[in-house]
Nanobody, 115 residues
Framework: QVQLVESGGGLVQAGGSLRLSCAAS????????MGWYRQAPGKQRELVAA???????NYVDSVKGRFTISRDNAKNTVYLQMNSLKPEDTAVYYC?????????WGTGTLVTVSS
């Protein structure tokens, strides 16, 4: 089992920045990859960014050049730095950890970008 606790969401104006944090605990040494997903009202949950245990990262096209995923192994924490935020980035952001085919989720943190 893995427990994930997100923080850092909030309200920001378009063009602003936020940093999300996800602290992991439990069976962290078995985690293959961690990532951030988001779900906007009326839309499906989508992968925003992910980082593997080997350090490989990938992003959805809509956030490339604006968002950066990183991790601090000493703190068992993954971050999502979000710059140049747009109203369409408004969503609940969920932290995810994968152990093989098993996914663990945080409870989500709301990001609201006003125009």
């Amino acid at each position: 089992q893995v427990q994930l606790v997100e923080s850092g969401g909030g309200l920001v104006q378009a063009g602003g920045s936020l940093r999300l944090s996800c602290a992991a605990s439990g069976n962290i040494f078995s985690i293959n990859a961690m990532g951030w997903y988001r779900q906007a009202p009326g839309k499906q949950r989508e992968l925003v960014a992910a980082i593997t245990s080997g350090g490989t990262v990938n992003y959805v096209d809509s956030v490339k050049g604006r968002f950066t995923i990183s991790r601090d192994n000493a703190k068992n924490t993954v971050y999502l730095q979000m710059n140049s935020l747009k109203p369409e980035d408004t969503a609940v952001y969920y932290c995810n950890a994968a152990i093989r085919s098993i996914n663990f989720w945080g409870t989500g943190t709301l990001v609201t970008v006003s125009s």
